[in-house]
C-alpha cells in the first residue's frame, strides 16, 4: 500500500491542529510547516508575537519564493512519507501546493478546514499560546489572504470540513478522509 500525505489548509483558528492530533492519533506522521518561523525566530532571539511571525514568513518567501516552506520541509515529508502516511499541518500558499503537488502527485491530497469567522476569532483571543486580539486576526488574515497566496489551497481542496464547534461531527468527517 502507497502511504498518502494530506495536507491541512484553512485560515488562523480554523482547527487545523485539532483535525491535525486526530490524524496523528491514527499513527500518521505530522510535518509543521508554523515550525519553520518558530525556529528561525528562536535563531534570530526574536519573540514569538505576531508581529515577528509575519516578517519571518514574508522574509522567508522573499528568500526562496513563495513555495519557500514547501522547498524548505520537501526533505522531511519525503523521508517521513517512506515510513508512513504524512500530515501537513499549515500549507499556506498557492505555491507551496503547485510545488508539492509537482512532487508527489496523487499522493497529495489537500483538507480545508473551514470555520465562521466569528468563530475563528473568538478561538485566537482565548488560546493559551499566542493569543489574538480581533484585530491581530483580522490583521493577520489580510495579510495571509494578500501577501501568502493562502486562498488557493482552501479554494481546490479536496476535502472540506466543517468546524463551527460540535468535535464530534469534526471527528466523524476527519475518520472518513483518513479510512479512505
Not at 61 to 85: D, H, M, V
Not at 100 to 124: H, M, N, P, Q
Request: hydrophobic share 40%; aromatic share 8%.
Amino acid at each position: 500500500m502507497n502511504n498518502r500525505i494530506v495536507a491541512l489548509v484553512g485560515m488562523c483558528g480554523a482547527g487545523k491542529s485539532v483535525v491535525c492530533e486526530m490524524f496523528e492519533s491514527a499513527g500518521w506522521q505530522k510535518v509543521y510547516f508554523g515550525g519553520v518561523t518558530m525556529e528561525e525566530l528562536e535563531k534570530a532571539g526574536l519573540e514569538k508575537n505576531e508581529k515577528n511571525e509575519r516578517e519571518v514568513r514574508e522574509r522567508l518567501r522573499r528568500e526562496y519564493g513563495s513555495a519557500a516552506f514547501a522547498i524548505l520541509l520537501k526533505p522531511k515529508i519525503k523521508q517521513k512519507l517512506e515510513k508512513s502516511n504524512v500530515v501537513l499541518d499549515g500549507l499556506y500558499s498557492w505555491s507551496e501546493y503547485k510545488c508539492l503537488k509537482d512532487e508527489f502527485g496523487d499522493t497529495l491530497e489537500v483538507l480545508a478546514v473551514v470555520t465562521d469567522r466569528a468563530i475563528r476569532y473568538s478561538r485566537l483571543a482565548k488560546r493559551a499560546v499566542r493569543p489574538l486580539t480581533a484585530d491581530e486576526a483580522s490583521s493577520r488574515d489580510w495579510a495571509e489572504i494578500e501577501k501568502l497566496e493562502k486562498g488557493g489551497p482552501i479554494s481546490i481542496a479536496d476535502h472540506y470540513v466543517l468546524n463551527n464547534g460540535d468535535i464530534e461531527v469534526v471527528r466523524a468527517e476527519v475518520e472518513k478522509i483518513i479510512g479512505k
